[in-house]
């Protein structure tokens, strides 16, 4: 499958059109962003392992009957998937408070919590991702009620699926970001999982092994994704 025309360039991938119009080409970048697009930079080969460790998720999610984007991985940058018309709300679920909710609730980042957390937000560069509940879904028309109670459904088995997925390869799943599309009247998983969205900590020492690397420079950050890779293709 060839690339053809770019469709869309986001912060860390490149949306093609391909020789079927029902699919596009996903090209994962080296480009990372933090903080609303406000730091950048580079992180040497991401993309390439990206591009991998996501492929090997949803191959790992589709053997588990999640409904996901993914056809097939083309070559180091690029994986072929279903075209979406993407609903743009971000699902955030969280085992453990850290980021955002450890700010917000007053917490230390790695308290625990007492049952998963699960929040919408709303996809928008210039709002800045605000989060919003099911009543704004609503009342703004973002998502079918319906939608959103089959992408809260999903989201959390996914949930339980990675959360062994990663505690059998010695990582702890802190939290992570999903995005849901539309293709053909059926709603799948779309995107990627991966370190860029995800937070991960080693089980042994707690050490970060994702993008908070990059957000907080804290060092050591292809080490890091390339330890996930390793770890995932166990
Ligand atoms: P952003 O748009 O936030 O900068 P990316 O650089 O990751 O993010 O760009 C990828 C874009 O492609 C995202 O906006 C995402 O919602 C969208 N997308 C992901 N999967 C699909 C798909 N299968 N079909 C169409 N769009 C998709
Ligand atoms: N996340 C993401 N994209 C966003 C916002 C959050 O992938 O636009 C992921 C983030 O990597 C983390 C989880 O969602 O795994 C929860 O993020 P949080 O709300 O704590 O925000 P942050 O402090 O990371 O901006």
Same mark, same amino acid.
């Given at each position: 499958m060839n690339r053809l025309e770019k469709i869309y360039e986001g912060k860390a991938k490149i949306l093609y059109a391909c020789e079927d119009p029902d699919l596009v080409i996903q090209y994962f970048k080296d480009e990372a962003t933090a903080f609303d697009g406000k730091k950048k930079g580079i992180i040497h080969e991401k993309g390439v392992l990206n591009n991998r460790i996501s492929s090997r998720i949803f191959k790992h999610l589709e053997e588990r009957g999640i409904k996901t984007h993914f056809v097939e991985m083309l070559n180091d940058r690029e994986m072929l998937v279903k075209k979406l018309r993407i609903i743009p709300i971000e699902v955030v679920v969280r085992n453990i408070a850290a980021g955002s909710l450890a700010k917000r609730m007053g917490v230390e980042e790695g308290a625990s919590l007492k049952d998963t957390v699960l929040e919408f937000y709303y996809k928008s560069d210039p709002l800045g991702d605000p989060m919003i509940n099911e009543y704004h879904v609503k009342a703004f028309n973002i998502a079918r009620p319906e939608e959103l109670r089959e992408m809260e459904a999903a989201a959390l088995k996914v949930n339980k699926f990675l959360s062994d997925f990663f505690d059998e390869r010695? $990582? $702890?799943?802190v939290d992570f970001k999903l995005e849901f599309g539309v293709h053909g009247g059926k709603l799948l998983l779309g995107d990627e999982i991966t370190p860029d969205g995800c937070r991960l900590w080693d089980k042994t020492t707690m050490e970060k092994m994702d993008k908070d690397r990059f957000r907080r420079d804290l060092g050591k950050i292809e080490e890091a994704y390339q330890e996930v890779l390793r770890k995932v293709m166990q």
């Open positions: 010695g $990582i $702890i799943l």
